[in-house]
T-cell receptor
Framework: QKEVEQDPGPLSVPEGAIVSLNCTYSNSAFQYFMWYRQYSRKGPELLMYTYSSGNKEDGRFTAQVDKSSKYISLFIRDSQPSDSATYLCAMSESAGNQFYFGTGTSLTVIP | NAGVTQTPKFRILKIGQSMTLQCTQDMNHNYMYWYRQDPGMGLKLIYYSVGAGITDKGEVPNGYNVSRSTTEDFPLRLELAAPSQTSVYFC??????????FGPGTRLTVL
């Protein structure tokens, strides 16, 4: 079983839609949860970073962590064509430990 | 700040050749990482370093070597290139090991 599972998509939505991206994991020791955005032929860039359970909001982006279900989500409100990218979840047990990445979900927002 | 820079951007190697992928960061980060990204496979950690003079293996270290003589530089060495090493290689750095900043990547093809 993989440490982190992520639906690869592709996901295609109209501009303005709400997008939900999800990852599940098997290691209950994970405490740090990240979402990265990767444009084509570029390096990943950090979008959201959360510690333990709960929600975190930053503009149009909301990250949710449910440790009891071992499930994390990223919501994008009012999606824009510029949001078209691959979204990667990542998680680690503690500071200094290895990150485990999902395989990424490819998102296209259609104008 | 230039952030994380990687050279070269592209390279084609013949089987059995060797090469060094360069990575430099100007953010005075202690932690540095090398990942490879294959289509549909997400990011896999090759090696990481928690400071100058200290390196450790990640998930897929076979066929690679690293060194960390300075805080800024973290080169990745391929000694005997194999077709299985065809991939996109990303270097990353972080201050506290939980928010990683990625370079633009090196696309390597081994024929």
């Amino acid at each position: 079983q993989k440490e982190v599972e992520q639906d690869p998509g592709p996901l295609s939505v109209p501009e303005g839609a709400i997008v939900s991206l999800n990852c599940t994991y098997s290691n209950s020791a994970f405490q740090y949860f990240m979402w990265y955005r990767q444009y084509s032929r570029k390096g990943p860039e950090l979008l959201m970073y959360t510690y333990s359970s709960g929600n975190k909001e930053d503009g149009r982006f909301t990250a949710q962590v449910d440790k009891s279900s071992k499930y994390i989500s990223l919501f994008i409100r009012d999606s824009q064509p510029s949001d078209s990218a691959t979204y990667l979840c990542a998680m680690s047990e503690s500071a200094g430990n290895q990150f485990y990445f999902g395989t990424g979900t490819s998102l296209t927002v259609i104008p | 700040n230039a952030g994380v820079t990687q050279t070269p951007k592209f390279r084609i190697l013949k089987i059995g050749q060797s090469m060094t992928l360069q990575c430099t960061q100007d953010m005075n980060h202690n932690y540095m990482y090398w990942y490879r990204q294959d289509p549909g496979m997400g990011l896999k950690l090759i090696y990481y370093s928690v400071g100058a003079g200290i390196t450790d293996k990640g998930e897929v270290p076979n066929g690679y070597n690293v060194s960390r003589s300075t805080t800024e530089d973290f080169p990745l060495r391929l000694e005997l290139a194999a077709p299985s090493q065809t991939s996109v290689y990303f270097c990353a750095s972080s201050r506290d090991s939980n928010e990683q900043f990625f370079g633009p990547g090196t696309r390597l093809t081994v024929l």
